[in-house]
């Protein structure tokens, strides 16, 4: 029965369309366009609560465009959305997509349109499931992927139909079936005015006037009714839907009519109106249309749809287990409980906590109260339907496929990488070496279950076991040998068969692996004869001149296999090997005085024990020589030697030796040439011909005994030879020893002590003098020298100036009557020729500089006359002296001042030259650097000859300036 009330659609056309469709020969009146409003939806729609839509009402008003006197009717009309597309509606297809077997309509579409199937071919749209179609989405806006249809005309005037249609389209689904819901995807084309707006719904079994044909694209006959193609559904057995006022459609979007209850076989869709389309007859059509139908299947469920959360596993009594049921579709909650699920399995159990997680999914809390097993089912019988009412099939029962042993006892034993430790510290190792490591599980194992074949090397090197044994429940030592370079990385492999007493295996389905991994070391370390250079560019040099080699192994060394005896020379000239250091892991160090003329070669002899960090010998079989040779001249700057003014010490010596005088006074030596001490030589052993003191005790640096000489004057140094104690094969002779040298100490020396006197020279402890302060220089400041027991040491002091020198005794060769004596036998000291050097004022006079300071510029060439003084500059008054730069030596920065060969100034703060660095310029920023001997360390000076270098920090960080101050002498 049609409603009565509802409105009618008319217009009168006066006049030709306003504008021109590019793609169509026909032309069309003007819109007449509605007003909206945003308000709220109803609650729910089919017990689907749906997102905010439109209530809209719309205002038919004249249009000033068109010629006054035509007839134009006010049409209002109030309507609201029934349904509108959700999103993530859950198992909406239980119900299942209908096929639609045939469409039909007013006529077939727009002149350039796919006409009528593109209703149904899915055309501009994107269906995520395609048998969902809350699910489908658009993904174009273009005519061709629609149906659009003009409106009902009489002739070539706009007529409307029954009802009021300006178009209508039906969907024949082939039989009576009980649907669901009606989806219309409304044209999305030219922003979604020829979308449909308002429009009625009817449906029919069997219609007893015949639907028309589906007409063919672009055709317009008339269908046998009036107005042209013309369809009447307020009868003939059509039922309509709507009853209660017209249905509208979302502009652009997807509206879904809720059709619970109704059963047909046709669904008719009568349009009344459009979004305000005018070209070519008012189009109006949809995109696409779907249908579903109700739920008539029934729920299933299979063994394997029930999941403990257990993977399976064994579980101990009383331990719930939960297990995840997964329905195939939405299940009514109120038809499952306890009483629907059982253990096929033997253990007795409890049902606890059923929850439904998800449409279809439920929770099921199982706890076994004996053992045996568990094996969850839902029994014959049981009543359970999903939410349409559709009962799951319980014929028989439906059982997990997965059973769970249930036990008493179910801890397996652990074992973790960090469980695994070597007695290696982590190594490196070499080849052969026996490393036991401490495996400790975490409980008790059954001891018969460990032997070699539990474990492995996750590792790279060959391996073989040694004893595996059992030191404590649950720990095992295990000895391994690497026979191969590699790496060594003890594991438990995959697989591997280990058990508690208890019979609980160790998980080993992936191999337990140590978490550290131990290099094992078959490579030697290599020296070239490239990789030993010195510090004077191949020479040459005089004798005397102290040259200091860099040799770079090629890898890490333990030091203690790295001394002097492991150096030689290959050349010709006689030499002294003094300190030998590692300065960097694998770089040493190594001091060379070459005592006469002819030639030095550097090298690392045949036979020589040296090994890198793990103990691999460096191969020596034959001598690395040094592929550089530097050739000695004779130094004819060397003098004589020079008078020692004053001798004092820590105390006097033995009671029966002559005290410290035996130092200087030639008892027990031969002087073959006096003037020449390496001539000299030992001609007996008696200590009362020697020095010899006895131990102090919590000295500073912890000396023992100590020596200094007063040379009278500052000289420029040669060589200090110290002849060491010789009584009873020479146990109270220096071993190691530290030198200083100083031009004025600020803490005065205390005076001689007679022989046997041990009286305190007033420093504490008795006897003691610090010697780490008050103007003195350390000479050797990276390791202590050594003397040789009964024999004579010899020291280069080359580049020295200074007017005292010092000795600090650490250790003895092992005398240890009256609680320790050490000493030496004689000590000398030669200078260089001329060490009184140029002073001043002779300076001056030589170079037009008289009366003149020190900081004037006498040239006039930017640098000062005590810099020009101490370099030597040139004696021309009008010429450039040039000073030095930075160097970079492998990323170190260094600068190297070389001083007058005629200098004779001596280095420190309030001496006569230092070198101070500043990080801003700014005055009272300047800091002195100390002298570190040869070679230098980071920050700090090295004397080395005439050469004064200072070294850079490495890495710098922050900006550093560095300078030479000379006020003197």
Known sequence: MRNSNLPILAAALAGPANRQDPHSRKRCPTAIRPATAAVQPPETIGGIKPPPILQQTTVMKPNPQLATGNLVRQLVCFWTIIAVMTVGVGLLRAGGLVPIVAVTGSHGGDYYATGMPALINGSGITKADPADPATWTFNGSSYADEWMASSLRVGSTITPGLNGKCAWVSFDLGATTAVKKLYLFNNNYGGGIS??????????????VALPTQPANDTYANTGLTPQGDYDFSGGGWTWFNTGGALTATTKGTTIVDLTGVSARYLAVEILSNWGE???????????????????????????????????????????????????????????????????????????????????????????????????????GASITDVAGNPLDTSAAIVDDTTIVVTDDLIPPTLAGSDIVDNQGGGPIAVSTVVVYTVTFSEDIAAGTVSADAFGNAGTTDIAFGTISETSPGVFSVQVTPTSGGTLQLQVPAGASITDVAGNPLNTSSAIVDDTVIAVDATPPTLAGSDIVDNKSGGPVVEGTLVTYTVTFSEDLAASTVSATDFGNAGTATVSIGTVGEVAPGVVAVQVTPTSAGTLQLQVPAGAFITDAVGVALNTDIAIVDDTTVTVDV??????????????????????????????????????????????????????????????????????????????????????????????????????????????????????????????????????????????????????????????????????????????????????????????????????????????????????????????????????????????????????????????????????????????????????????????????????????????????????????TYTFPSPLGAKKFARLKVTGP
């Open 278 to 380: 005018t070209y070519a007859y008012n189009r109006v059509g949809f995109d696409e249309v779907a249908v579903t139908q109700v739920d008539a299947v029934a729920p299933t469920l299979a063994g394997t749809d029930i999941v403990d959360d257990k993977s399976g596993e064994p579980v101990l009594v009383n331990a719930p287990v939960t297990y995840k049921v997964t329905f195939g579709e939405d299940i009514a909650g109120s038809t499952v409980s306890a009483a629907d699920f059982g253990n096929a399995g033997t253990a007795a159990i409890t049902i606890g906590t059923i929850t439904e997680t998800s449409p279809g999914v439920f929770s099921v809390t199982v706890t076994p109260t004996s053992v045996g097993t568990l094996q969850l089912q839902v029994p014959a």
């Open 635 to 948: 130094n004819t700057a060397v003098a004589s030697v020079i008078s020692i003014a004053a001798v004092t010490g820590s105390h006097g010596g033995d009671s029966y030796a002559n005290g410290m005088v035996s130092l200087t006074n030639g008892s027990g030596i031969t002087m073959t040439d006096p003037a020449n001490p390496a001539t000299w030589t030992f001609s007996g052993s008696d200590y009362g011909a020697e020095w010899m003191a006895n131990y102090l005790t919590g000295a500073v640096n912890a000396k023992k005994a100590w020596a200094c000489f007063d040379l009278g004057a500052t000289t420029a140094l040669h060589t200090l030879y110290l002849f060491n104690s010789n009584y009873g094969g020479g146990p109270s002779g220096t071993k190691q020893y530290h030198l200083y040298y100083a031009d004025s100490p600020t803490v005065a020396l205390p005076a001689r002590p007679n022989a046997g006197a041990y009286s305190d020279t007033g420093l504490t402890p008795q006897g003691d003098y610090d010697f780490s302060s008050g103007g003195w220089t350390l000479f050797n400041p990276l390791v202590p020298l050594t003397a040789p027991q009964s024999g004579t040491a010899t020291v280069t002091l080359a580049g020295i100036s200074a007017r005292h020198l010092a000795v600090e005794i650490l250790s003895n060769y092992g005398d240890t009557y009256a609680g320790g004596r050490v000493g030496f036998d004689e000590v000398a000291v030669t200078g260089v020729a001329g060490s009184g050097g140029t002073d001043y004022a002779a300076w001056q006079s030589t170079n037009g500089a008289t009366g003149q300071t020190l900081d004037q510029d006498h040239d006039g060439d930017g640098v000062a006359n005590g810099i020009e003084y101490f370099l030597g500059g040139n004696t021309n008054t009008t010429g450039f002296t040039a000073l030095p730069g930075v160097t970079n030596t492998g990323g170190t920065l260094s600068i190297t001042w070389t001083k007058a060969a005629d200098y004779a100034g001596t280095y420190g703060t309030g001496a006569d030259f230092v070198v101070e660095t500043s990080s801003t310029l700014a005055d009272g920023s300047w800091t002195p650097v100390a002298a570190s001997g040869t070679p230098a360390t980071p920050d700090t000076v090295s004397l080395d000859g005439n050469d004064v």
């Open 195 to 208: 979308g449909t707006n308002q429009f009625n719904l009817y449906c029919a079994d069997s219609p007893t």
